[in-house]
């Protein structure tokens, strides 16, 4: 697990955000980047700016190895299901992923099967957010006098379960942007506040922190707290390490496994016992 960013790009990211967020939301289309654009949510739009500035490089489709032994026939290579990669750069795929991965679980395994390209997933985790409530009748806008929860880098293990498969095979790799945001939301819930059940309207980028790069086994190992390395633990133990609510806390888990960090070691009365490899 690595951080490389320079004060350049927290730099190059904040002019990216004020360009980006200036623009009303479902309007930006970042000049001429073409198809998928129109409309997208600005803190995608701004992710994929920084990743490549080039907008020649946004919204490709990649090279398949069906299209060498179509033989030239564009009859068949129209008809070949393709994706289109939020970033294409040579034989290098950026997709930029604000919520769950479950979504692009069927297209990282499209381009594994299709392509030779590696795929680096870029996913935001805001460390710093302010909530900022807008009233649903007058529109005006309040933000919260504190912070909301911070994000923290191993908030993405619990969604890696999707994909951690193609992690492990060296496919696919994950790069966690650390970002100060401000999040929008109706106080259209319920409660005398209109807060609990609330509807967020966007969050929207306004500085990055760190970036960092989780490839290997070693890079997801070092996401766990020291006090899983002293002896085995059970699911709850981990849960409880970890901070993570139980269904969170089982997927994590999972994709740990998956990715050949933890192992089951034996049992203790009915629970699993599991060990860091």
């Given at each position: 697990?690595?951080?490389s960013?320079?004060d350049?790009?927290r730099?190059r990211?904040?002019a990216v955000?004020?360009?980006?967020t200036a623009?009303p939301?479902?309007?930006y289309?970042g000049?001429?980047?073409?198809?998928?654009?129109?409309r997208e949510?600005?803190?995608h739009?701004?992710?994929k700016?920084?990743?490549?500035?080039?907008s020649?490089y946004?919204?490709?489709?990649?090279?398949t190895l069906s299209d060498?032994a179509s033989d030239?026939d564009?009859?068949k290579?129209?008809?070949a299901?393709?994706y289109?990669?939020?970033?294409?750069?040579?034989?290098e795929?950026y997709?930029?992923?604000?919520?769950?991965f479950?979504p692009?679980?069927?297209k990282?395994?499209w381009?594994?099967?299709n392509?030779?390209?590696?795929?680096?997933?870029?996913?935001?985790?805001?460390i710093?957010r302010?909530?900022i409530?807008?009233?649903?009748a007058s529109g005006?806008?309040v933000p919260s006098?504190r912070?909301?929860?911070?994000?923290r880098?191993?908030d993405v293990?619990?969604?890696t379960?999707y994909?951690?498969?193609?992690v492990a095979?060296?496919?696919?790799s994950l790069?966690?942007?650390l970002i100060?945001?401000?999040?929008?939301r109706?106080?259209?819930g319920?409660g005398?506040?209109?807060?609990?059940?609330?509807e967020r309207?966007e969050?929207?980028?306004?500085a990055?922190a760190?970036?960092v790069?989780?490839e290997?086994?070693?890079d997801?190992?070092e996401?766990l707290?020291a006090?899983?390395?002293?002896t085995?633990f059970?699911?709850?133990?981990f849960?409880?390490?970890?901070k993570l609510r139980?269904?969170?806390s089982y997927?994590?888990?999972r994709a740990?496994?998956?990715?050949?960090?933890?192992?089951?070691a034996?049992?203790?009365?009915?629970?699993?016992?599991?060990?860091?490899?």
């Amino acid at each position: 697990m690595t951080g490389s960013c320079t004060d350049a790009d927290r730099e190059r990211f904040l002019a990216v955000c004020r360009e980006v967020t200036a623009a009303p939301q479902g309007e930006y289309s970042g000049g001429e980047e073409g198809i998928g654009v129109l409309r997208e949510k600005r803190m995608h739009a701004a992710i994929k700016r920084f990743v490549c500035a080039d907008s020649s490089y946004h919204e490709q489709r990649p090279v398949t190895l069906s299209d060498a032994a179509s033989d030239g026939d564009e009859k068949k290579r129209k008809k070949a299901k393709k994706y289109v990669a939020d970033v294409l750069c040579g034989d290098e795929i950026y997709e930029i992923q604000t919520g769950s991965f479950w979504p692009l679980k069927e297209k990282l395994g499209w381009y594994a099967a299709n392509t030779d390209c590696h795929v680096t997933v870029v996913h935001p985790i805001a460390i710093k957010r302010r909530i900022i409530w807008i009233d649903p009748a007058s529109g005006e806008a309040v933000p919260s006098p504190r912070l909301a929860r911070a994000g923290r880098v191993a908030d993405v293990l619990p969604e890696t379960v999707y994909i951690s498969e193609l992690v492990a095979s060296g496919r696919v790799s994950l790069l966690v942007l650390l970002i100060e945001a401000e999040e929008y939301r109706w106080r259209n819930g319920w409660g005398r506040d209109g807060k609990r059940g609330s509807e967020r309207f966007e969050m929207l980028p306004t500085a990055l922190a760190d970036t960092v790069s989780l490839e290997l086994p070693e890079d997801f190992r070092e996401l766990l707290p020291a006090e899983l390395n002293d002896t085995g633990f059970t699911a709850a133990g981990f849960a409880k390490a970890m901070k993570l609510r139980s269904r969170r806390s089982y997927l994590a888990l999972r994709a740990l496994e998956n990715l050949g960090v933890v192992r089951v070691a034996g049992k203790k009365d009915r629970a699993r016992v599991y060990e860091i490899i």
